[in-house]
Each structure stands twice: as structure tokens, then as C-alpha cells.
């Protein structure tokens, strides 16, 4: 199986902030990965898709990267809304498994 | 696009549970449709797919014989049914959609609470 290692697990930050999360794969993906940010007692929502595409209408301050097997997510200047859980996502190959997640809370 | 799943479910240990994801909106046997679950306080689990066009499946291998994933392509609704429960079945499932070409879960349901307590 594919492994997601997300970092960090926990980021505190104010709105306004730029934020970085990191996702590492264990092996090659060819950029089939995928973001998703989720709310308490809600499904995931997809942010980003082929690791850099934006998803129909989710805000520009959202953008996805890739270099190698290691992934980032950035949300370039966090509003309200952003604070919540961030996954990612490898759909290379079965079983399609996502990272451990990323809280972001409000400082 | 909407998926609409049906409600929570309180099963004893050792039982089964079939779960519905009804959809509207889209052709249903254009996509494949995805089995998620999240257990209290963690992170994702996939556990399995259907082509909703021609019903091939692909399983978890964690979960493979414990769950089946079925649809009704008159009714455009998808099922998982997971069998011999136990406790560490206690989570919220999802159903997800995906494109042929797979480069996401696009579109989510609402989630079922599935509790495993005797």
C-alpha cells in the first residue's frame, strides 16, 4: 500500500496567515493526488485534484504543488472559514489511502 | 449532483449492515462510485469501488471479505453492505463519486453513523 505521511498534524495560525501543509508519498504518484478539507460532523469537500488542479469553485487563495513525492497544499492568506481538517489523498493505485490529516485551528 | 444517503443504524456485534447512497443529478453509470469510512477522531478509510456501468468491484484488501458493494442502476443508488461487525466498526461511512479518469472524490454524501455496541 501506498503511504500518505502528512505534516504537521496539528498547525495553529491567524487569519490572514499563509499556510503550508505537506503531504509525502512513499512511492511515485504521477501527480494522482488530491486535497480535501473537512468540517466537523461534514463530509470531506475536494479542494485540489492531479495535485495542482483547483476544483470549480474553491477560492485562488487554495493551490496545490508537487515535487517528487512530496506535495503541498497552501492557502495563501487563511479566512474564517479555512479553519478545519485537511487530507490528502493518493489515487495512483488500490487501496486509495489518504493522509493522517492536518488540523488547522485558529491562534 | 447529490447523493443522499440513508440513516444512522445501530447494529449488535456479528451483524450485518447495508447502507444506500441514492444520486440525482448526473448519469450514474458514467462513474464509479467510492465507500469511505471514518471512525471517531481519525482519518479516512477507502473500502472499495463499483463502476456503476458495468459493476465491477475492487475491495479493501483489509475489508475484502467482509464487504459488499452493490448498485441498482434503475434506481441510481449504490450500496455497501459490511458483514460479522464488531466495535471497531463504529464510524461514519461515506459514499463518494469519482470520474473514469480518477483524479478525485468529487462529490460526497452526507455520511451514515453506523454504531456497533451490544
Known amino acids: 500500500d501506498i503511504q500518505l505521511t502528512q505534516s504537521p498534524s496539528f498547525l495553529s495560525a491567524s487569519v490572514r496567515d499563509r499556510v503550508t501543509i505537506t503531504c509525502r508519498a512513499s512511492?511515485?504518484?504521477?501527480?494522482?493526488l488530491a486535497w480535501y478539507q473537512q468540517k466537523p460532523g461534514k463530509a470531506p469537500k475536494l479542494l485540489i485534484y492531479a495535485a495542482s488542479t483547483l476544483q470549480s469553485g474553491v477560492p485562488s487563495r487554495f493551490s496545490g504543488s508537487e515535487s517528487g513525492t512530496e506535495f503541498t497544499l497552501t492557502i495563501s492568506s487563511l479566512q474564517p472559514e479555512d479553519f478545519a481538517t485537511y487530507y490528502c489523498q493518493q489515487l495512483k493505485s488500490f487501496p486509495y489511502t489518504f493522509g493522517q490529516g492536518t488540523q488547522l485551528e485558529i491562534k | 449532483v447529490q447523493l443522499v444517503q440513508s440513516g444512522s443504524e445501530v447494529k449488535e456485534p456479528g451483524a450485518s449492515v447495508k447502507l444506500s447512497c441514492s444520486t440525482s443529478g448526473f448519469i450514474f453509470t458514467s462513474y464509479a462510485m467510492h465507500w469511505v469510512r471514518q471512525a471517531p477522531g481519525q482519518s479516512l478509510e477507502w473500502m472499495g469501488w463499483i463502476n456503476a456501468g458495468n459493476g465491477v468491484t475492487k475491495y479493501s484488501q483489509r475489508l475484502q471479505d467482509r464487504v459488499t458493494i452493490t448498485r441498482d442502476t434503475s434506481a441510481s443508488t449504490a450500496y455497501m453492505e459490511l458483514s460479522s461487525l464488531r466495535s471497531e466498526d463504529t464510524a461514519v461511512y461515506y459514499c463518494?463519486?469519482?470520474?473514469?479518469?480518477?483524479?478525485?472524490?468529487?462529490?460526497w454524501g452526507q455520511g451514515t453513523l453506523v454504531t456497533v455496541s451490544s
Open positions: 463518494a463519486r469519482s470520474a473514469a479518469s480518477l483524479w478525485s472524490f468529487d462529490y
Open positions: 512511492q511515485g504518484l504521477s501527480s494522482y
